[in-house]
């Protein structure tokens, strides 16, 4: 930083820290007020580009996805293998529907490696993934382990209509950030608002997968590169990181 003011564009929702100096910006509070904290020997504005109304008719979906595993396709192991790890026929009570992740061999990425997410919505993940035969045929069958994710939240079970929706964005979020070796991803829609909005939390044996997902980040929102500009020292002739003295 430096003398004077510099100036910051902030655009989203939540907690501001600053560790350069003591600022700590809240939120929830009206966002488009302009808060200058005194520093020492300079100045930072913080200017919020939302407004609240702006915030609340664009609300961030948060979605928490509690992740198990592994099982296996058949249920059991060869007999070299001392895990038997349940099988995914075993998935079909009433909290099994949600996201799910194949680990397994590839050609070129490996063993153990993660081969696809896919979704089941209303039908079990025993239902949909017997409904996947080709995996079957593939050439380790036997080390082949699928990771189940079942929605979870503290408000109760949503609506199955808005269960769905957020089933089906939570898979595509993960799709879109993780690129698994079997999955296309020319079937999701980059521009689609929503899936803008919407951001995933991974708990548990969530493997592979990033704990965080953001639409904001793994979608088209900000993908304008056009807008983007570096910051830029305009204070004099000094230099970033001098001292006031003038080393």
Not at 5 to 28: D, M, N, Y
Not at 98 to 118: F, K, N, P, R, S
Not at 133 to 152: A, E, I, K, M
């Amino acid at each position: 930083m430096g003398c004077g003011t510099q100036r910051l564009l902030i655009c989203g929702v939540g907690s501001i820290r600053c560790f350069c100096g003591v600022i700590a910006v809240s939120l929830h509070a009206r966002l488009d007020r302009v808060i200058q904290p005194p520093m020492d020997g300079f100045s930072v504005t913080i200017r919020i580009s939302l407004t609240w109304e702006e915030a609340m008719n664009n609300p961030v979906t948060v979605v928490h996805i509690q992740w198990a595993g592994p099982f296996s396709w058949e249920g059991k192991q060869k007999s070299e293998h001392p895990l038997v790890y349940p099988s995914v026929n075993d998935l079909n009570g009433s909290t099994d529907y949600g996201v799910y992740q194949v680990y397994g061999c590839h050609a070129i990425y490996g063993v153990d490696t993660l081969l696809y997410i896919g979704k089941a919505c209303e039908q079990t993940f025993a239902v949909r993934l017997r409904q996947e035969s080709d995996w079957r045929f593939h050439g380790d069958l036997q080390r082949l382990t699928v990771y189940v994710g079942r929605l979870s939240g503290w408000n109760g079970t949503p609506s199955n209509t808005e269960w769905e929706e957020h089933i089906n964005h939570a898979e595509k979020l993960l799709i879109l950030a993780h690129k698994p070796a079997y999955n296309a991803q020319k079937g999701i829609d980059y521009n689609e608002e929503r899936l803008q909005e919407f951001h995933v939390l991974n708990w548990g044996c969530h493997r592979s997968l990033l704990p965080e997902v953001s639409g904001w980040r793994y979608s088209s929102k900000f993908d304008d590169e056009s807008k983007y500009k570096p910051f830029s020292y305009s204070c004099g002739s000094a230099k970033m990181g001098s001292t006031r003295a003038g080393t």
